[in-house]
């Protein structure tokens, strides 16, 4: 596609429940990136792919958020038993490759957990 | 561990005015820096992309440099505009031989231009 699309825009969902946020980079990037954006903050880094393998997960804060990106485009961000804390705007970025690529982001998906 | 600061957090000019926003970094050994711009409930739109290698680059009414040595790069916006009102963010790669990919970002500079 012309950008990067996430989807949902907005998920509003219950503590204790699970969600998935979806990403699809520019056509061709084979690098993507997850970052997570609370206000008044710039974003965090959770995940970087480069294709289909997680080349650096040291930022997911812990065993409840999961990202996959099996066939080297799409990627899912998954995140089980949500807490408030997790509330954020969760950002997906990627590049035409890693390490000395310019950055390309979504508009962002923004979780609400009640 | 990388840490990125932007100082001011806020500006406010009056339209027409040439402004200079900061960005400091506590690693020098970045591989490129990046600024963006943010609009309110918007993701984030590059403005400038300056690799280790270089000084500095240009965009239409933007110049960013980059001072590796002494860990600062500034964002120089030419004769502003209320079109420019937004958060601008600056966020330096972490070198190859580390964690390769990451990019820590500052907590960005919001910039109102007055009419």
């Known amino acids: 596609g012309a950008g990067v699309s996430q989807t949902p825009s907005n998920k509003v969902t219950e503590k204790g429940k699970y969600v998935e946020l979806r990403c699809d980079p520019i056509s061709g990037h084979t690098a993507l990136y997850w970052y997570r954006q609370s206000l008044g903050q710039g974003p965090e880094f959770l995940i970087y792919f480069q294709g289909t393998g997680a080349a650096d997960d040291s930022g997911l804060p812990n065993d409840r958020f999961f990202a996959v990106r099996p066939e080297g485009s799409v990627s899912t961000l998954k995140i089980q038993r949500t807490e408030r804390g997790d509330s954020a705007v969760y950002l997906c970025?990627?590049?035409?490759?890693?390490?000395?690529?310019?950055?390309?982001f979504g508009e962002g998906s923004r979780l609400t957990v009640l | 561990k990388q840490e990125v600061t932007q100082i001011p957090a806020a500006l406010s000019v009056p339209e027409g005015e040439n402004l200079v926003l900061n960005c400091s970094f506590t690693?020098?050994?970045?591989?490129?820096l990046q600024w963006f711009r943010q609009d309110p409930g918007k993701g984030l739109t590059s403005l400038l992309l300056?690799?280790?290698?270089?000084r500095e680059q240009t965009s239409g009414r933007l110049n960013a440099s980059l001072d590796k040595s002494s860990g600062r790069s500034t964002l120089y916006i030419a004769a502003s505009q209320p079109g420019d009102s937004a958060t601008y963010l600056c966020?330096?790669?972490?070198?190859?031989?580390?964690?390769?990919?990451?990019?820590?970002f500052g907590d960005g500079t919001t910039l109102t231009v007055k009419p």
């Open positions: 966020a330096g790669a972490e070198p190859l031989n580390t964690n390769a990919g990451k990019s820590t």
């Open positions: 970025a990627s590049s035409r490759t890693g390490y000395t690529g310019e950055l390309f």
């Open positions: 690693d020098s050994a970045i591989y490129n």
């Open positions: 300056i690799q280790s290698s270089q």
